[in-house]
C-alpha cells in the first residue's frame, strides 16, 4: 500500500497541478479585492465570498487528492454512467431547480447551489473519449460524426431549456477535440469563415454581403481555367455562406431573447448604451482600461471596490484583475492560461490510449473556451455570456467540476505507464 | 495531417486568440487613457465647499447682513436612473413634469458627468422634507449654500445683493469664479467683493455604485479648508438708518448723514426704498422687474446719483471763498433792493432787505447779496480777468468736493456738474463775466451736487476746512489692527483758513435760531448750523434742501436732506434733519407731533 501510494503520486506532473494551485490562489485574492468589505477584513472569514471561496478550494484539493488516489482504470469504464447522472441531474434541474435570473440552473441544497450544467461537460467530454476509445471510430465516417453529435445535443439541448446560453455554447468547443481525432480541417475553416459571415452580416446588411460574395465567386471563376469545375467548387463555399446569411437575421430576430440581442448589438457598436445592456461590459472596460500598465494596486481599484462592476466576483473576476494589477496582471493570467493549455495539451498527446487523448483534448478545449469567452466579454470583443473564468470566479459547482475535469486527466497521466506494462 | 501538426494547429489557434486579447488589452490598458477618466468620473466626487461670506455689522456691532443657510440640488445626468420614480420626484420638489425633462436636458447639455444646479435656494424648511426622500434619487444631491439676509430690513441702497456670477465674471475672474459662485452686485457687496467673498474650499470624496460617499480620495491630499470672508463693521447707525428711512415713507429723495471728524457715513437713504430680503434667493427676478419698473424708482440710488441745483446752500461756500480771496469780509454788505439787476434780467430776493452784512446774508438767504459777492469775486478780482477770477473761484469751489467724486466706497457715483472755464469759453468767447453766468451765485444754473456731496459739504463748514473722504466701512475684518482703506485716512484741507468760518457758522445757526429753519429746525439748547435751499426743479414742484450739523462745535453729525418735489426746505427739509440729530444725539425726540406729521406725510 506504501509503496502504491508512492508511486501514484510520483508520476502525478507537478508542473500542471502548480498552475492550477496558483490561478486558484489567484482567483481568491481577486475575489477578496472585488467583495472587500471593510466590516470583515479578514481574507479567511467565511461569511464572506472570499471566506466560502476557501472552502471550495479547500474541498477541490481535498477532491483532487482523492481523484488521484484512486485507480485510473476506473473512469473510462463510469464514463457512460457519469453522462448518465449528469444528463439526470441536468434534466432535473429543469423541474426542481430554483430559478435564478431568468435560468433554472440550480439545485439549491441549504445555502448551496449546485449548477448541473458545470458537471454536464465533465460528463459529455468522458463520454466522447468514452464512445470514440471503444469503438475506435475513424471520425471521418458520417457514422461517428452523427453519434458524437448526438453526444453532444443531449446536454446542449438540456443547457439551452435552462436558458443559459453560455454554458451551451461551451460544446462548441469539441470541435477542436474532432479536429485532432481526425476531422477535416475544412470544418475548422468553415466554422471560422461562417463566424466572419455571421459577423459581417449583423454589422451590415445581409443584401451587401450576399453579392459582396458573387462578386468574390465571379472573380474566382473569371481568374479560373477551368470555369465550370471552379464555379462548382466555389458554390460549395459561396452556397452554405449565403444560406447562413440569411438564416443569421433569422436567427437574431427570433431564437434570441431580447437582452442577447441588446448585448450583441452593443457589442457590435450599433447602439450605444452605457445604463442598459451596455453597462456591464462599459464598466467592466472603464475597470481594466483605468488598470494602466502597472494596475492600482492591492485593493485599490476603485471600480472594484464601490461595486462600479456587476458580477464581479464571478463572471467579471477578470476586471479585478486587470483593474488591481493592469496590463502586467492581464498578462500574467493570460500567460498561466496558455502554459496550462500548452502542458493540458502535451499530456494528452503523450497518453497512451484514446481515451485518455480525447480526454485531455476535451479538457484543453472546455478550459480555453470558458477564458476565451470570460476574457473575451470582459474586454468587450464578446457579447456578454456568463460564463466563470476556470479556476478564478468565485463559485462552487465551477471551482469542483474544473477540479474533477482537470484532476481525471492528470490521475489518467499518471498512470499512462502502467498501461503499456 | 500528422497529429503533431494538428496539435500545433490548435495551440496555435487558442494561443493567436489570446494573442489578440493581448493586443487589445495593451490598446485598452495602456493606450487608450479615456477609462481612467471614467472611473475617476464614477467614483471621484468633488465637493466644493463653500467659505462663509463675510458678515456686514453696523457701528455699534448689531448685525446688519448676516448668512442664511439654504440647499442648491444638483444633478448628475449620467447617474440619473432609467426606472425613477418622477412622478413622486416632482411631487417632492414642487415641480410639474415638463420642468423637470427641462432641467435634466440643460443639465444634459451643460455636462453628463458633472454636477449641474437643478434647483436652487431651497430653504432649510423646505429641504427638510426632500431630504428625508432624496436617498431614492440616485443622481441628485444637495449642496449646502448660504444666502444673504437682512435683519434690519433696511439700507437696501448701502448693502447692495449678491447672485450667481455670470460668464463675463467667470472669464475675467481668472480662474476665481466658478459657476454656481455668488459675487456681489451693487453696493457694499460689489465694493469689497474680495474682503467678502472668502476662499472656497474643496474636497475630493470616494462614491460607490449607489452614490453614497465612502471615504475622502487619498486621505484628502488634495482637499483645501474653505476660507471664511471678512467681516465689515459699517460706519453706519442701523437704528439712525432706520429711522430716518422711516421718516422717509412715501417720500422721494434722500438722506445723508456723516460724522465730519471721520467721514464715516451714518445714515444712508434713498427714498423710495425697499426691503433688500426682496432680492435674495428664488425670488429675486421677479422681485427685481417690480422695483425696476416702479414709476418712483426704488433702485435709482439718490444720494449717489441724482444731481440737484445746490440752490441757497451755496451760499456759505461763497462766503468762506470770498473771505479767504480777500475781496469780502463779515462787514461787506451789498444792496438787496428785492433784485439784482443787470440789463432787462432781475435775480429776484424773497424779501426786500436793507444792505445785509456778511453774517445777515446767510441768514437771510439774500440773493441779490451773493450775486454782487459772485460778481466780485469773478470779475473784480484784482489783476485777473473775469475768466481768470472764475477760474480761481471754480478752484475753491472744486475743493469743496463739487463737481468731482467723492470716492465713497460703493459705486455708480456720479461727479455732479461745476463748469470749467472753457465750458464757458466755448459759449461766450473769451470775454465774458460775472453777469453772464451769474445763476451760479445762487446755486442755480448749470450746477449739480449730489446729496452725498451736499453731506459732504456740511462736514467741511462744520470741521472749519477739512475733510475725510465719505465712507460706509468703518473697518475690514475684526482682527488687531484692522481699519479703513487707506484712500479713507487721508485728511483733505480744503484751503480755506479756520477765521473766516466764525461768520459763516453764526450765520448759519441764525439760520436755525431765527431764519428759515427756525420753525421746524430748531432744538432746545444745541448749537445748530443748517441752511435751508430750494433746488428749483423745471419738471415740477421745486425740490427742498434743507442741510445742517451739529453742534455748531466739534459737530458730530452732518445731514444733507433732499425731499423731492415737496417745496420749501424749512418746511420738510429741517424737521427731517432736526429730529435725526435729536435721535442720533439725545436718543428720539420729544416733539413727537413733528415727527407723527413727518411720518404720515406723503409727498409721492
Same mark, same amino acid.
Given at each position: 500500500?506504501?509503496?502504491?501510494?508512492?508511486?501514484?503520486?510520483?508520476?502525478?506532473?507537478?508542473?500542471?497541478?502548480?498552475?492550477?494551485?496558483?490561478?486558484?490562489?489567484?482567483?481568491?485574492?481577486?475575489?477578496?479585492?472585488?467583495?472587500?468589505?471593510?466590516?470583515?477584513?479578514?481574507?479567511?472569514?467565511?461569511?464572506?465570498?472570499?471566506?466560502?471561496?476557501?472552502?471550495?478550494?479547500?474541498?477541490?484539493?481535498?477532491?483532487?487528492?482523492?481523484? =488521484?488516489?484512486?485507480?485510473?482504470?476506473? %473512469?473510462? /469504464?463510469? +464514463?457512460?454512467? #457519469?453522462?448518465?447522472? $449528469? !444528463? @439526470? &441531474?441536468?434534466?432535473?434541474?429543469?423541474?426542481?431547480?430554483?430559478?435564478?435570473?431568468?435560468?433554472?440552473?440550480?439545485?439549491?441544497?441549504?445555502?448551496?447551489?449546485?449548477?448541473?450544467?458545470?458537471?454536464?461537460?465533465?460528463?459529455?467530454?468522458?463520454?466522447?473519449?468514452?464512445?470514440?476509445?471503444?469503438?475506435?471510430?475513424?471520425?471521418?465516417?458520417?457514422?461517428?460524426?452523427?453519434?458524437?453529435?448526438?453526444?453532444?445535443?443531449?446536454?446542449?439541448?438540456?443547457?439551452?431549456?435552462?436558458?443559459?446560453?453560455?454554458?451551451?455554447?461551451?460544446?462548441?468547443?469539441?470541435?477542436?477535440?474532432?479536429?485532432?481525432?481526425? =476531422?477535416?480541417?475544412?470544418?475548422?475553416? %468553415?466554422? /471560422?469563415? +461562417?463566424?466572419? #459571415?455571421?459577423?459581417? $452580416? !449583423? @454589422? &451590415?446588411?445581409?443584401?451587401?454581403?450576399?453579392?459582396?460574395?458573387?462578386?468574390?465567386?465571379?472573380?474566382?471563376?473569371?481568374?479560373?481555367?477551368?470555369?465550370?469545375?471552379?464555379?462548382?467548387?466555389?458554390?460549395?463555399?459561396?452556397?452554405?455562406?449565403?444560406?447562413?446569411?440569411?438564416?443569421?437575421?433569422?436567427?437574431?430576430?427570433?431564437?434570441?431573447?431580447?437582452?442577447?440581442?441588446?448585448?450583441?448589438?452593443?457589442?457590435?457598436?450599433?447602439?450605444?448604451?452605457?445604463?442598459?445592456?451596455?453597462?456591464?461590459?462599459?464598466?467592466?472596460?472603464?475597470?481594466?482600461?483605468?488598470?494602466?500598465?502597472?494596475?492600482?494596486?492591492?485593493?485599490?481599484?476603485?471600480?472594484?471596490?464601490?461595486?462600479?462592476?456587476?458580477?464581479?466576483?464571478?463572471?467579471?473576476?477578470?476586471?479585478?484583475?486587470?483593474?488591481?494589477?493592469?496590463?502586467?496582471?492581464?498578462?500574467?493570467?493570460?500567460?498561466?492560461?496558455?502554459?496550462?493549455?500548452?502542458?493540458?495539451?502535451?499530456?494528452?498527446?503523450?497518453?497512451?490510449?484514446?481515451?485518455?487523448?480525447?480526454?485531455?483534448?476535451?479538457?484543453?478545449?472546455?478550459?480555453?473556451?470558458?477564458?476565451?469567452?470570460?476574457?473575451?466579454?470582459?474586454?468587450?470583443?464578446?457579447?456578454?455570456?456568463?460564463?466563470?473564468?476556470?479556476?478564478?470566479?468565485?463559485?462552487?459547482?465551477?471551482?469542483?467540476?474544473?477540479?474533477?475535469?482537470?484532476?481525471?486527466?492528470?490521475?489518467?497521466?499518471?498512470?499512462?505507464?502502467?498501461?503499456?506494462? | 495531417?500528422?497529429?503533431?501538426?494538428?496539435?500545433?494547429?490548435?495551440?496555435?489557434?487558442?494561443?493567436?486568440?489570446?494573442?489578440?486579447?493581448?493586443?487589445?488589452?495593451?490598446?485598452?490598458?495602456?493606450?487608450?487613457?479615456?477609462?481612467?477618466?471614467?472611473?475617476?468620473?464614477?467614483?471621484?466626487?468633488?465637493?466644493?465647499?463653500?467659505?462663509?461670506?463675510?458678515?456686514?455689522?453696523?457701528?455699534?456691532?448689531?448685525?446688519?447682513?448676516?448668512?442664511?443657510?439654504?440647499?442648491?440640488?444638483?444633478?448628475?445626468?449620467?447617474?440619473?436612473?432609467?426606472?425613477?420614480?418622477?412622478?413622486?420626484?416632482?411631487?417632492?420638489?414642487?415641480?410639474?413634469?415638463?420642468?423637470?425633462?427641462?432641467?435634466?436636458?440643460?443639465?444634459?447639455?451643460?455636462?453628463?458627468?458633472?454636477?449641474?444646479?437643478?434647483?436652487?435656494?431651497?430653504?432649510?424648511?423646505?429641504?427638510?422634507?426632500?431630504?428625508?426622500?432624496?436617498?431614492?434619487?440616485?443622481?441628485?444631491?444637495?449642496?449646502?449654500?448660504?444666502?444673504?439676509?437682512?435683519?434690519?430690513?433696511?439700507?437696501?441702497?448701502?448693502?447692495?445683493?449678491?447672485?450667481?456670477?455670470?460668464?463675463?465674471?467667470?472669464?475675467?475672474?481668472?480662474?476665481?469664479?466658478?459657476?454656481?459662485?455668488?459675487?456681489?452686485?451693487?453696493?457694499?457687496?460689489?465694493?469689497?467683493?474680495?474682503?467678502?467673498?472668502?476662499?472656497?474650499?474643496?474636497?475630493?470624496?470616494?462614491?460607490?455604485?449607489?452614490?453614497?460617499?465612502?471615504?475622502?480620495?487619498?486621505?484628502?491630499?488634495?482637499?483645501?479648508?474653505?476660507?471664511?470672508?471678512?467681516?465689515?463693521?459699517?460706519?453706519?447707525?442701523?437704528?439712525?438708518?432706520?429711522?430716518?428711512?422711516?421718516?422717509?415713507?412715501?417720500?422721494?429723495?434722500?438722506?445723508?448723514?456723516?460724522?465730519?471728524?471721520?467721514?464715516?457715513?451714518?445714515?444712508?437713504?434713498?427714498?423710495?426704498?425697499?426691503?433688500?430680503?426682496?432680492?435674495?434667493?428664488?425670488?429675486?427676478?421677479?422681485?427685481?422687474?417690480?422695483?425696476?419698473?416702479?414709476?418712483?424708482?426704488?433702485?435709482?440710488?439718490?444720494?449717489?446719483?441724482?444731481?440737484?441745483?445746490?440752490?441757497?446752500?451755496?451760499?456759505?461756500?461763497?462766503?468762506?471763498?470770498?473771505?479767504?480771496?480777500?475781496?469780502?469780509?463779515?462787514?461787506?454788505?451789498?444792496?438787496?433792493?428785492?433784485?439784482?439787476?443787470?440789463?432787462?434780467?432781475?435775480?429776484?430776493?424773497?424779501?426786500?432787505?436793507?444792505?445785509?452784512?456778511?453774517?445777515?446774508?446767510?441768514?437771510?438767504?439774500?440773493?441779490?447779496?451773493?450775486?454782487?459777492?459772485?460778481?466780485?469775486?469773478?470779475?473784480?478780482?484784482?489783476?485777473?480777468?473775469?475768466?481768470?477770477?472764475?477760474?480761481?473761484?471754480?478752484?475753491?469751489?472744486?475743493?469743496?468736493?463739487?463737481?468731482?467724486?467723492?470716492?465713497?466706497?460703493?459705486?455708480?457715483?456720479?461727479?455732479?456738474?461745476?463748469?470749467?472755464?472753457?465750458?464757458?469759453?466755448?459759449?461766450?468767447?473769451?470775454?465774458?463775466?460775472?453777469?453772464?453766468?451769474?445763476?451760479?451765485?445762487?446755486?442755480?444754473?448749470?450746477?449739480?451736487?449730489?446729496?452725498?456731496?451736499?453731506?459732504?459739504?456740511?462736514?467741511?463748514?462744520?470741521?472749519?476746512?477739512?475733510?475725510?473722504?465719505?465712507?460706509?466701512?468703518?473697518?475690514?475684518?475684526?482682527?488687531?489692527?484692522?481699519?479703513?482703506?487707506?484712500?479713507?485716512?487721508?485728511?483733505?484741507?480744503?484751503?480755506?483758513?479756520?477765521?473766516?468760518?466764525?461768520?459763516?457758522?453764526?450765520?448759519?445757526?441764525?439760520?436755525?435760531?431765527?431764519?428759515?429753519?427756525?420753525?421746524?429746525?430748531?432744538?432746545?439748547?444745541?448749537?445748530?448750523?443748517?441752511?435751508?435751499?430750494?433746488?428749483?426743479?423745471?419738471?415740477?414742484?421745486?425740490?427742498?434742501?434743507?442741510?445742517?450739523?451739529?453742534?455748531?462745535?466739534?459737530?458730530?453729525?452732518?445731514?444733507?436732506?433732499?425731499?423731492?418735489?415737496?417745496?420749501?426746505?424749512?418746511?420738510?427739509?429741517?424737521?427731517?434733519?432736526?429730529?435725526?440729530?435729536?435721535?442720533?444725539?439725545?436718543?428720539?425726540?420729544?416733539?413727537?407731533?413733528?415727527?407723527?406729521?413727518?411720518?404720515?406725510?406723503?409727498?409721492?
Amino acid at each position: 500500500m506504501q509503496r502504491q501510494e508512492k508511486t501514484i503520486f510520483q508520476y502525478i506532473d507537478k508542473w500542471t497541478i502548480l498552475l492550477y494551485f496558483i490561478l486558484t490562489l489567484i482567483g481568491w485574492v481577486a475575489i477578496y479585492s472585488a467583495v472587500y468589505n471593510e466590516e470583515h477584513k479578514s481574507i479567511f472569514d467565511l461569511s464572506q465570498n472570499y471566506g466560502k471561496q476557501l472552502l471550495w478550494m479547500g474541498s477541490s484539493y481535498l477532491l483532487l487528492t482523492i481523484i =488521484l488516489a484512486l485507480d485510473f482504470r476506473i %473512469f473510462e /469504464g463510469i +464514463s457512460p454512467i #457519469v453522462y448518465g447522472v $449528469t !444528463l @439526470l &441531474l441536468g434534466a432535473g434541474v429543469l423541474f426542481l431547480g430554483r430559478e435564478v435570473n431568468g435560468a433554472r440552473a440550480w439545485f439549491e441544497i441549504g445555502s448551496f447551489r449546485l449548477q448541473p450544467a458545470e458537471f454536464m461537460k465533465l460528463g459529455t467530454v468522458m463520454m466522447v473519449a468514452y464512445y470514440l476509445s471503444n469503438t475506435d471510430a475513424a471520425i471521418s465516417k458520417l457514422k461517428a460524426k452523427l453519434v458524437v453529435g448526438m453526444l453532444l445535443a443531449i446536454p446542449v439541448a438540456l443547457i439551452f431549456l435552462q436558458h443559459d446560453t453560455g454554458s451551451a455554447l461551451v460544446y462548441a468547443s469539441f470541435i477542436f477535440v474532432l479536429y485532432r481525432e481526425g =476531422l477535416s480541417v475544412n470544418y475548422l475553416v %468553415f466554422g /471560422g469563415l +461562417s463566424i466572419l #459571415v455571421v459577423v459581417l $452580416t !449583423l @454589422l &451590415l446588411d445581409e443584401w451587401a454581403v450576399s453579392i459582396s460574395i458573387a462578386i468574390l465567386l465571379a472573380l474566382y471563376v473569371a481568374l479560373s481555367r477551368k470555369k465550370m469545375k471552379a464555379f462548382w467548387r466555389g458554390m460549395l463555399v459561396a452556397g452554405p455562406a449565403i444560406a447562413v446569411i440569411f438564416s443569421v437575421n433569422y436567427a437574431f430576430e427570433n431564437i434570441l431573447e431580447e437582452h442577447q440581442r441588446q448585448r450583441i448589438n452593443v457589442l457590435l457598436g450599433k447602439v450605444e448604451d452605457y445604463k442598459g445592456a451596455g453597462y456591464n461590459v462599459h464598466q467592466s472596460l472603464i475597470a481594466i482600461g483605468s488598470g494602466g500598465f502597472f494596475g492600482k494596486g492591492f485593493l485599490q481599484g476603485t471600480q472594484t471596490k464601490f461595486d462600479f462592476v456587476p458580477e464581479q466576483s464571478t463572471d467579471f473576476i477578470f476586471c479585478t484583475i486587470g483593474e488591481e494589477y493592469g496590463f502586467l496582471g492581464s498578462i500574467a493570467v493570460l500567460a498561466l492560461y496558455s502554459l496550462l493549455l500548452i502542458r493540458i495539451l502535451n499530456l494528452a498527446e503523450r497518453q497512451t490510449t484514446r481515451f485518455g487523448r480525447v480526454y485531455g483534448y476535451g479538457v484543453a478545449s472546455i478550459l480555453f473556451f470558458h477564458v476565451f469567452v470570460n476574457i473575451g466579454m470582459a474586454i468587450g470583443l464578446l457579447p456578454v455570456i456568463g460564463i466563470p473564468l476556470p479556476f478564478i470566479s468565485y463559485g462552487g459547482s465551477s471551482m469542483l467540476s474544473f477540479t474533477i475535469l482537470f484532476g481525471i486527466l492528470i490521475r489518467l497521466d499518471s498512470g499512462r505507464k502502467l498501461v503499456l506494462r | 495531417m500528422n497529429p503533431s501538426n494538428r496539435q500545433n494547429l490548435v495551440i496555435f489557434i487558442m494561443l493567436g486568440i489570446f494573442a489578440i486579447f493581448l493586443l487589445r488589452l495593451f490598446y485598452v490598458q495602456v493606450i487608450d487613457d479615456s477609462y481612467t477618466l471614467w472611473a475617476d468620473q464614477n467614483a471621484i466626487r468633488k465637493v466644493t465647499i463653500y467659505p462663509a461670506r463675510g458678515i456686514l455689522y453696523d457701528r455699534n456691532r448689531e448685525r446688519v447682513v448676516v448668512n442664511r443657510p439654504i440647499y442648491d440640488l444638483m444633478v448628475i445626468p449620467r447617474q440619473l436612473e432609467k426606472g425613477m420614480d418622477t412622478t413622486s420626484f416632482c411631487k417632492l420638489l414642487g415641480i410639474d413634469k415638463t420642468t423637470f425633462v427641462e432641467r435634466v436636458n440643460k443639465a444634459k447639455n451643460h455636462s453628463r458627468f458633472k454636477p449641474s444646479l437643478f434647483q436652487a435656494q431651497i430653504s432649510v424648511e423646505e429641504f427638510a422634507a426632500i431630504q428625508e426622500r432624496l436617498h431614492e434619487f440616485t443622481g441628485f444631491y444637495p449642496e449646502a449654500r448660504t444666502v444673504r439676509s437682512y435683519p434690519y430690513q433696511s439700507s437696501a441702497h448701502v448693502l447692495g445683493y449678491i447672485g450667481e456670477v455670470n460668464q463675463r465674471q467667470i472669464e475675467k475672474s481668472a480662474g476665481y469664479y466658478q459657476m454656481g459662485d455668488y459675487i456681489g452686485i451693487g453696493g457694499i457687496e460689489l465694493a469689497y467683493e474680495e474682503f467678502l467673498r472668502g476662499k472656497r474650499g474643496v474636497k475630493y470624496q470616494y462614491v460607490d455604485v449607489h452614490n453614497r460617499i465612502v471615504g475622502s480620495y487619498k486621505e484628502g491630499e488634495f482637499d483645501s479648508l474653505a476660507v471664511s470672508g471678512e467681516d465689515l463693521i459699517l460706519s453706519l447707525d442701523i437704528e439712525l438708518q432706520n429711522y430716518a428711512e422711516s421718516l422717509m415713507v412715501n417720500k422721494k429723495g434722500s438722506v445723508v448723514a456723516i460724522e465730519p471728524s471721520t467721514g464715516e457715513i451714518l445714515a444712508f437713504v434713498s427714498a423710495p426704498y425697499y426691503d433688500p430680503n426682496l432680492l435674495v434667493g428664488s425670488v429675486r427676478g421677479k422681485n427685481y422687474k417690480i422695483l425696476a419698473n416702479d414709476e418712483n424708482k426704488p433702485m435709482f440710488n439718490r444720494p449717489l446719483q441724482a444731481q440737484y441745483p445746490p440752490g441757497s446752500i451755496f451760499k456759505p461756500i461763497q462766503a468762506l471763498i470770498g473771505q479767504q480771496l480777500g475781496l469780502m469780509g463779515p462787514d461787506t454788505r451789498f444792496p438787496c433792493h428785492g433784485g439784482y439787476r443787470m440789463g432787462g434780467h432781475t435775480v429776484k430776493c424773497t424779501h426786500v432787505h436793507d444792505r445785509l452784512n456778511l453774517e445777515e446774508s446767510i441768514q437771510f438767504s439774500c440773493n441779490p447779496y451773493y450775486c454782487w459777492a459772485f460778481k466780485t469775486m469773478v470779475d473784480n478780482n484784482p489783476g485777473k480777468s473775469s475768466p481768470e477770477g472764475y477760474g480761481i473761484w471754480r478752484d475753491y469751489i472744486a475743493a469743496f468736493n463739487i463737481g468731482s467724486k467723492t470716492g465713497i466706497d460703493i459705486p455708480n457715483e456720479v461727479k455732479g456738474i461745476l463748469p470749467s472755464v472753457n465750458y464757458y469759453n466755448k459759449i461766450h468767447g473769451k470775454r465774458w463775466y460775472a453777469n453772464n453766468i451769474i445763476s451760479l451765485a445762487i446755486g442755480q444754473g448749470e450746477l449739480g451736487i449730489t446729496p452725498l456731496q451736499m453731506a459732504n459739504v456740511m462736514a467741511i463748514i462744520g470741521n472749519r476746512g477739512w475733510y475725510y473722504r465719505p465712507h460706509l466701512v468703518k473697518q475690514i475684518g475684526d482682527g488687531q489692527g484692522a481699519t479703513v482703506k487707506a484712500e479713507y485716512r487721508e485728511k483733505i484741507s480744503v484751503g480755506i483758513d479756520d477765521q473766516y468760518f466764525d461768520v459763516v457758522l453764526e450765520g448759519m445757526q441764525k439760520v436755525v435760531d431765527a431764519g428759515t429753519a427756525r420753525l421746524y429746525g430748531k432744538l432746545d439748547s444745541m448749537a445748530i448750523c443748517g441752511k435751508t435751499g430750494t433746488a428749483q426743479n423745471p419738471h415740477g414742484k421745486d425740490h427742498a434742501v434743507y442741510v445742517c450739523f451739529a453742534p455748531r462745535e466739534n459737530p458730530r453729525i452732518a445731514i444733507a436732506v433732499i425731499v423731492e418735489n415737496s417745496g420749501y426746505g424749512g418746511v420738510w427739509g429741517a424737521p427731517i434733519a432736526s429730529l435725526m440729530i435729536e435721535k442720533y444725539l439725545r436718543g428720539g425726540t420729544k416733539r413727537k407731533d413733528l415727527e407723527k406729521r413727518i411720518l404720515e406725510a406723503k409727498l409721492l
